[in-house]
């Protein structure tokens, strides 16, 4: 099978999900109480322009089905219609697309760090199994993972923002370098608990690829420590540490909803935070679907990754067809 | 023969050591490897104090010589080849001497033995299925094991990792771009082979390098290591379980014991005449292929851990040559005449006897009592019991004589032609009508099938032979118009390598898969499809069909006693109020094994129990899958009279499944063989094995090692 197919297929069945996610998001409108034209208004008088105007907009006069292709035609097109309460007026796509780049930006600020500490500290502590070094690493990953990231957050803020005064304590920051130091606490916080599982993966990766025979047949023929470490320790240890790393790129989102509000980062997490205390159901559904479309769309690259890593599967795959 | 280090050896050395415990005999000059009192200790653990694993074992290998090292699974053979390579897991450590052309290894760092390796030295593993990485194609494998000159240099290293194929005998042009989980086994083994040799080392050390291979895979690759090593002069250590490898390519043998050399000889004079009793074990426990006989001979026990005799000869609890003397001291090796050296103190004395036995093993028994198959005793009474030593080792030593009439010649065991060796006489195979029919049998395995997703992600295990064959994907085809009948009480081999469909087969007629055509009649139902029959049929179905499995170490529940296990098996027989007491002496074992775990039993005695759970629900036909295959050659020849015994005193048809010839000879009337799912001959055991007509059959006879 080449990789073109394997994309398709795995984008095809990726879209069927998000066709699933996109129904359940759009019954909310149905299931929240109170009639759905109700939950339009929210708190506006229901002026009769403002009644028309809102069973115009979504065919609420229309039955569900129809509802639901107008609904989905717009969405595909980005159009989740206008805010209701937390930005009233505004369309939707245009709220979330500053908080979307911020969101990004704490990922991969983060996944970076993961990269940088997780791996590294995994492997030390798999190559050293048993000794004092993995034992300090393997503790310091534990208490990273029981944590609650919210007590951390607030820890490492009074610390280093209040205490030590070393970081701004608020807001996002303008430009490359005020937003990096704008971002790094939280992204320190988000990476001691993401760090632990990563940790965690790529030592137990470590000790299996270790204990290979194909390590000691390596080792036998006398081949350099660096490639050892390389095309042997590392390569066999990715498969399993690149599909734990998928989780991470998604965790920003649901941890971050904690971070956010400790740092006040208006990112996609506190804006659905708000959208729900709000009632605001248009942002609901928008970033609600926007943040389904994102999981998929990382699952999709940890399976490209594991096709292009590992022979095994690329090539059962061609056996299938 | 001369053997160049032997020749060369000084006794004055020896007394040097003065302790007349020397390992090994002889000095180091011109020895490639000298090894000296090598000793492997395990760091103490939660479980273990610390613990003694090998003992002061000792020898030389000259260069371009071979070097055999045969012990059973415990001795100490593989943990020997890892001290000297200094690949030995975390938690153990070696002491003593080991010199590489004067340069001492042991305590090296790592860094200092990388430049040795691979080019000087090299070491090939047990199992081709997980020594390679996963993740690299063979070219890619070969090129970073070339010397650097040669790997740097595009076009050369080319050239050479073809060359280097093409000596193992591999295509490079289909076999270079692949990945290991496309191999074969056996192909596998040869590119392992390739890389240890890439940069032609003077020693290559082999550490069982064809047990997981087919037999005929097996007898290739030792061809091959044969004939890489007389090419190239290279100095070979053979580490092997199976004596037959060891005479067919060892110039020399050390046989290992629970941690301790016991015999140094010569490969010929060792198989002319061991002065060991244990040697003498190994080779009369061997089931011989030549031809059927009455009573196998077996060890009785188990190898003891190395720890537990220190201050006594290791062998001597299962010898029936034992003294006082035996056990007072350590006997150290004590040099004989003919370069050899034995640990036995008692040699002198009965060095006659030994010889004797090996030559006359038949002759001296009384003769004419041919009795078509052997009674066991009624059910309940204990065919022979092991719950004192004492009498276990009396029933054993029972064993050791086993009757026959003196006949003609016929080839000899390690094919000496000088034996008058007498074939005993197999059961007369039973009349009567088929107590099962297979007609047609058809087995085709979806390409994308579970099964198939499932065994290709099942990793490199050693067992995992459907990796092979979903990795080639050339058999779609597992069973192709198989069909046989076997009647009550009769014994049927089914022989074939992997891939052949006798695994297939067995699980269909265990109804674990639903053949694609054809039928099976059991008992007069049809159960080609378990999922057709009525409850009571199913029911029924089951019980009359048992399985013994390959592996007791995986095929017994590990969290549940031997009794509890027992217990719940006899619930869905004929007869609930059986007690596993009763089983168990039914297979050998003393009722008190009721209360063990699994995993304080030796693998003999696990498959024991195994037979015993077959046997609680009273099945007409028991399947053994290479009931054998993955225990030690001293307690095979026990499982194999149990299992004669099952079916003797209870009619109890066998089918039994194998690539070991030596077991279908010893152990059914008839036979088929199964090749790429078809059957390619079929009859009488004898005459299937002594005249082989089919080309596939010829070549699995003549892959036997030491066979003619």
Redesign the interface.
Known sequence: MSITTFVLRRLASGLLLLLALSLLVFALLDASPGSPLQSLLGTRPATPELVAELRARHHLDEPFALQYLHWLSDAVRLDFGRSISVQAGTPVVDMVYGRAALSAELAAYCLLLVLLLGVPLGLIAGIR??RTADRSISLLATVGFGAPVYALSVVLLYVFGVALGWFPVYGAGEGFADRVTHLTLPAVALTTVLSAVVVRQTRAATVTVLR???L??????????A?VLI??VL??CAPPVVTSAGMLLIAPLSAGIFIEQVFSLPGMGSLLLTAVAAEDLPVVQGTALLLGALVVLVNLLVDLLGFL????VR??AA??? | MTYDAQTRRTRPDREADGTGRTSGIGGADGALLSVRRLHVYARPDRAHGPRTLVRDVGFDLAPGRTLGVVGESGSGKTLTARAVTGVLDDGLRAEGQVLFDGIELLGRPERELRPLRGGRLAMVLQDPFTALNPLLTVRAQLRESLAPGTRRDRVLASAEISRRLREVGLDPDTVAGRYPFQLSGGMRQRVAIAAALARDPELLIADEPTTALDATTQAEVLALLRRLQADRGMALLLITHDLRVAFSVCDRVLVMYAGSVLEDAPAAALARSPRHPYSLGLMLAEPPVSHFVDRLVSLPGQVPAADGVADTCAFADRCEWRREVCTTTRPGLTPLPEERASACVRIPEIDDELRTRLLGRVRKVPPARRRPARPLAAPGEAPRTTSTRDSARHAESTHRTPPGPPSGRTTGLYGHDLVPTTPGTPPVTPDGAPFLTVEGLGKTYGRSGTYGRMSSFAGPTRSSRSVRLKGTTTEPMALRDVSFELREGESLGVVGESGSGKTTLARCLLGLTRPTTGTIRLGGVDVSDYRKLRRKEHREARRLVQMVFQDPYSSLNPRLSIGTTLGEAVTAGPDPAQRPAELLERVGLPASYARKQPGELSGGERQRVAIARALAVRPRLLVCDEPVAALDVSVQAQILQLLREVRAGYGTSLIVITHDLSVVRQLTDRALVLHGGEIVESGETAALLDSPRHPHTQRLIASIPGGN
């Open positions: 199994h048993g290979q025979d194909y000691t047949f390596a080792r036998l023929r006398g081949l350099s420590p490639r095309h042997y390569r066999n890593l590992d022979p095994r090539l059962h056996g299938e067809h």
